[in-house]
């Protein structure tokens, strides 16, 4: 079975801070797939990242990070100097060899950036 | 950037109607998803297909039932709508394997009256 955990339910930061959202992960699969979406007010759903579990570099975009630890089971994500437009529910997803393509997505983390 | 495309977005409607959510995509996806999310809450699968004529149901049982006979087109009907199901339906698609992402359309936000 798989699971994602994203323990954090809402963080709250002043515009510029920095946020780091934790995503924990179990699976069997030796081969697996982690992805991040945002989802802004509008609702829909906007793949942001995704990593295979044999790469584990770290990847920066703009302002994004995503720090990939098989070792603790962890995939986070980081916005460096956060901006309004980052207020949005951020979720970790998963897939594995068994799940024939279904993602199995964690709780969703929301972030509110204020002025 | 994927093209997925969900009709009608807002939707309000009595008790007992029947509704069909549409869902469409341009990119020749063989696999096509729904998922049911409160707002700002965990999304569930709750159906899926891997192609034509396939369909099966996902980790969350819905009254709901869809129909995949075309490769681009992949509707959600309600044959009666009650309160329970007001939520947000969110359509994805995705090229193929477990390596892919999904790509997800605006969705349909669902309200029963």
């Known amino acids: 079975a798989q699971k994602v955990t994203q323990a954090q339910t809402e963080i709250s930061v002043v515009e510029k801070e920095d946020v780091t959202l934790d995503c924990v992960y179990e699976?069997?699969?030796?081969?697996?797939?982690l992805f991040w979406y945002k989802q802004p007010p509008s609702g829909e759903l906007v793949f942001l990242i995704r990593?295979?579990?044999?790469?584990?570099q770290n990847e920066i975009s703009g302002r994004y990070s995503w720090n990939f630890q098989k070792s603790t089971s962890s995939f986070n994500f980081t916005i460096t100097a956060s901006q309004v437009v980052d207020s949005a529910v951020y979720f970790c997803?998963?897939?594995?060899?068994?799940?024939?393509?279904?993602?199995?997505f964690g709780a969703g983390t929301q972030v509110v950036v204020t002025p | 950037e994927a093209d997925i495309y969900q009709t009608p977005r807002y939707l309000v409607i009595g008790t007992g109607k029947k509704i069909t959510l549409e869902c469409s995509q341009t990119?020749?996806?063989?696999?096509m998803y729904w998922y049911q999310q409160d707002p700002g809450m965990e999304l569930h699968l709750i159906h899926y297909?891997?192609?034509?004529?396939?369909?099966e149901k996902g980790d969350l049982s819905s009254e709901s039932t869809v129909s995949r006979i075309r490769t681009e087109h992949f509707p959600l009907t309600l044959e009666s709508a009650r309160p329970s199901h007001t939520s947000q339906y969110l359509c994805?698609?995705?090229?193929?394997?477990?390596?892919?992402?999904?790509?997800f359309g605006p969705g349909t936000r669902l309200t029963v009256t």
């Open positions: 990119m020749g996806h063989d696999k």
């Open positions: 994805a698609s995705s090229p193929g394997g477990f390596s892919y992402e999904q790509y």
């Open positions: 990593r295979n579990s044999f790469d584990e």
């Open positions: 699976t069997r699969d030796t081969t697996y797939y």
């Open positions: 997803a998963l897939s594995g060899t068994d799940s024939w393509g279904k993602l199995q």
């Open positions: 297909s891997y192609g034509v004529n396939s369909t």
